[in-house]
């Protein structure tokens, strides 16, 4: 059974830092990762996905990283904004009709 | 991408009654799932449900307690029965598309919010 650990499980800090939330998980043998947001009492937004096959995914300020044989997630942010305060949470999946095994999620907040 | 609505959004209801969950998709997809968010806790699958059959189950959950319609490739309801205190979550509805695209990425909804009292 698949488990997700993501830390830290809290970050506040001033904007304008990069930051680096982790994620690892217990099973390699993924399809797929993807990384969301979610704003409190809201949806999940989609920020990235990476596949097995890659090693990063990039969307302006997010990088992603993925080293699945050692089941290790790595969101970048960079030049933080109090926009990003959120939870992070990365799901990987084994794809097709496999559903996504979450972390507890980082909650994030970005001081102005 | 898929555009993802679900209702109702929110709904406080009494122990013992059943409520029924909407899930619309805008576009056609093979799979749609749900999950179940316990106030302070990260997501839980509940189901998969692909269209013209039967819904699977993970474990924990069971279809009598969580009983899953999919009449079509856009739609899916979750019904919620026999309600306890317990069950007072977020519940979202999940898609992706495994025919038309291969990065079976999945998109959420903007879940339904529920209290039982």
């Known amino acids: 059974k698949q488990e997700v650990t993501q830390i830290p499980a809290a970050l506040s800090v001033p904007e304008g830092e990069n930051l680096v939330l982790n994620c690892s998980f217990t099973?390699?043998?993924?399809?797929?990762l993807q990384w969301f947001r979610q704003d409190p009492g809201k949806g999940l937004t989609s920020l990235l996905l990476i596949q097995s096959s890659q090693r990063e995914q990039t969307s302006g300020r997010l990088n992603a990283s993925l080293d699945k044989s050692s089941g290790r997630s790595t969101l970048y942010i960079a030049a933080s904004q109090p926009g990003d305060s959120a939870t992070y949470l990365c799901?990987?999946?084994?794809?097709?009709?496999?559903?996504?095994?979450f972390g507890k999620g980082t909650h994030l907040i970005i001081q102005p | 991408s898929a555009v993802i609505s679900q209702k109702p959004s929110r709904d406080i209801c009494q122990r013992g009654t059943s409520l029924t969950i909407q899930c619309q998709v805008d576009?056609?997809?093979?799979?749609m799932f749900w999950y179940r968010q316990q106030p302070g806790q990260s997501l839980t699958l509940i189901a998969t449900a692909n269209q013209g059959s039967e819904a699977t189950y993970e474990s924990g959950f069971v279809i009598d307690k969580f009983p899953i319609s999919r009449p079509n490739l856009t739609f899916s309801t979750l019904t919620v029965s026999n309600m306890s205190p317990e069950d007072s979550s977020i519940y979202l509805c999940?898609?992706?598309?495994?025919?038309?695209?291969?990065?079976?990425?999945?998109?959420f909804g903007p879940g339904t919010r529920l209290t039982v009292t």
């Open positions: 099973d390699s043998a993924i399809y797929n």
């Open positions: 799901a990987p999946s084994g794809g097709g009709a496999d559903g996504l095994t």
């Open positions: 576009s056609q997809v093979t799979m």
């Open positions: 999940s898609a992706t598309d495994t025919q038309r695209s291969f990065s079976y990425e999945q998109y």
